[in-house]
């Protein structure tokens, strides 16, 4: 009993606010108690009401009372705590700020533990009993402790919303029931609840569904996400290693040429060393013999002159040509020339190369089950904007390229064009000098009779009709002429209707097939579209040119 006698005493020094034993007691001019960072801090919230009350009683204070610490209290606090006894009684369970208070409770209230539709009203553990106890209120519908009981009241008749009427789709009482919703579709609220629940367990299994749809839909993405990941590693080291091997194969063949003009070096050197020896040794003995004759030339004895003059005279033929051939000072120019050369064709290829690399590797993209749309405007379509170049080597001998390959016009006698497989032989056509990959989109100004605008693959035939744009299963093409489109497939003519123009739109799209040919003024206009599969990787923008009088030119869009 004393340790119960502790237990009452100390549940008188507990701040109602924060439910602990009293940290800084202050007491307000009410009577009551709370540690003071929890009352100012209460009644900082209430500072915009420009007035103050105690949590417990409600009594208001204007202006806000001045806080000044309660040294009896605190004394008597510090010796509660000396006995241990920290935690709040278990059976004492009073309502904070956040809980739902038991509306029976008098003075400080206790947290409620029910709440009742039928009061309605909210108890405590101890007010709660009469309902298991009491006939009448055990068929009341308890419910976990509410804060929105008010909500079930009827602002109109003050009393418990029982009903739900269909025609306004609102919760009434009875009474609202024979009054200004009289005649409407009524039924009880727990019927109507019945018919929600079911509706209820429908959207909740669609969205359960979709739950795990997503869900799977996530895998697939992350396993998607993990393919590119490991896809671009492995691409990246494999990468690596060819330029690596490409780095050691250049380093060797420069470690060849070094090695090679060093070794010439030293041959010819030599060569040249050992030549200059024979020639020093043959001036050596010319003077010897100078100075001999010299001598002789100064002998006063006439006979002993003519004694030694046939053999002093006569000189010994020199083994070496009496003069060396000088020509310029080129020596290994000619090598460091064709070294500049390879390094020519090399960058030359490692730029078309890496052209083509570039596309391959902004265009990958991941086929999603929604794929990237295309564009409606011609504002999208500018975002997908490649420069083309016509290649000379497959133009027709009848056609002349210019503005750096772009512009082709049809003459009226043949181009002295060296011959190449590429080139097409039987009709005046031309294809692009790059291959087209991913998105792109370009256009083509003309101007004379008419034109093909097309797309091809690489292997299309270059000899006869059957290379002709559109008249094979490799090449599309819209024919402009006379005023007129016709679209060109696997020799299928298709009629196209569209407004006239000058600027021909084309866009195409190789992983998802579709090729879609717009006709371009103010505004731009779809004139056909393909959707297909594209079976080649190389595949080409293409132009035909009918007559002497027009000219074809792929414009550079920004």
């Known amino acids: 009993m004393a340790q119960k006698g502790v237990q009452l005493d100390r549940t008188k020094f507990c701040c109602s606010i924060c439910l602990d034993l009293l940290k800084d007691p202050v007491t307000i001019p009410c009577g009551h108690s709370y540690c003071m960072t929890c009352i100012q801090s209460y009644w900082d919230e209430e500072d915009e009401k420009k007035t103050h009350s105690c949590p417990q009683c409600r009594q208001s204070f204007t202006p806000r009372p001045v806080l000044v610490k309660n040294t009896m209290l605190a004394d008597l606090v510090e010796e509660l705590k000396k006995t241990g006894l920290q935690a709040a009684p278990a059976d004492l369970c009073y309502a904070g700020p956040e809980d739902v208070a038991c509306d029976v409770c008098t003075g400080r209230k206790l947290r409620a533990v029910k709440s009742c539709l039928s009061c309605p009203a909210s108890y405590c553990e101890k007010h709660l009993q009469p309902h298991y106890k009491a006939a009448p209120l055990k068929k009341h519908k308890l419910v976990e402790p509410s804060e929105k009981l008010q909500e079930n009241i009827c602002s109109r008749h003050d009393e418990v919303m029982k009903m739900f009427c269909r025609t306004d789709q609102q919760c009434i009482c009875d009474l609202c029931s024979v009054d200004e919703h009289k005649g409407h579709d009524t039924v009880s609220a727990a019927a109507a609840r019945t018919e929600r629940q079911r509706e209820l367990e429908v959207s909740r299994q669609n969205i359960q569904q979709r739950i795990q749809d997503r869900e799977e839909d996530v895998k697939v993405l992350q396993q998607e996400v993990e393919a590119i990941n490991g896809s671009a590693d492995k691409t990246v080291e494999d990468s690596e290693k060819i330029f690596t091997e490409l780095i050691r194969l250049m380093e060797k063949i420069c470690f060849d040429v070094k090695q090679q003009v060093r070794y010439q070096q030293e041959t010819e050197v030599s060569r040249v060393k050992e030549l200059q020896e024979k020639l020093e040794q043959e001036i050596t003995e010319l003077k010897r013999k100078d100075a001999e004759l010299k001598k002789l030339s100064h002998t006063e004895d006439h006979n002993q002159f003519l004694h030694n003059y046939p053999s002093l005279s006569a000189l010994s033929e020199s083994t070496h040509s009496s003069s060396i051939n000088i020509h310029p000072p080129r020596y290994f120019e000619d090598v460091t020339a064709a070294v500049s050369e390879a390094r020519d ?10 052209t083509n690399i570039s596309l391959i590797v902004t265009e990958v993209d991941v086929l999603l089950s929604n794929p990237q749309p295309e564009p409606k405007t011609r504002a999208g379509l500018l975002r997908y904007s490649h420069e083309i170049a016509l290649d000379p080597n497959t133009a027709n001998t009848w056609l002349l390229l210019s503005e750096g390959n772009r512009k082709v016009a049809n003459i009226r006698q043949p181009q002295s064009y060296f011959s190449h497989p590429d080139r097409f032989t039987y009709c005046c056509q031309v294809l692009s000098r790059e291959s087209l990959t991913g998105r792109c989109y370009w256009e083509v100004e003309w101007k004379g009779t008419g034109i093909e605008v097309a797309v091809a693959y690489k292997n299309i035939s270059r000899a006869g009709k059957v290379s ?14 006379n005023d007129s489109y016709y679209f060109y497939h696997n020799k299928v003519q298709t009629p196209v209707s569209g407004p006239r123009s000058s600027r021909v739109g084309v866009y195409l799209d190789h992983s998802a097939g579709i090729l879609s040919f717009y ?34 030119e792929f414009s550079k869009l920004k």
């Open 468 to 481: 002709e744009f559109g008249r094979n299963d490799k090449s599309w093409s819209l024919d402009c002429v």
């Open 345 to 354: 064709k090399l960058q030359d290829v490692l730029r078309e190369t890496w």
């Open 519 to 552: 006709s371009v003024s103010e505004t731009i206009t779809l004139l056909h579209r393909v959707q297909t599969t594209f079976t080649h990787s190389h595949i080409h923008a293409g132009v035909r040119v009918y007559c002497s009088d027009t000219t074809v």
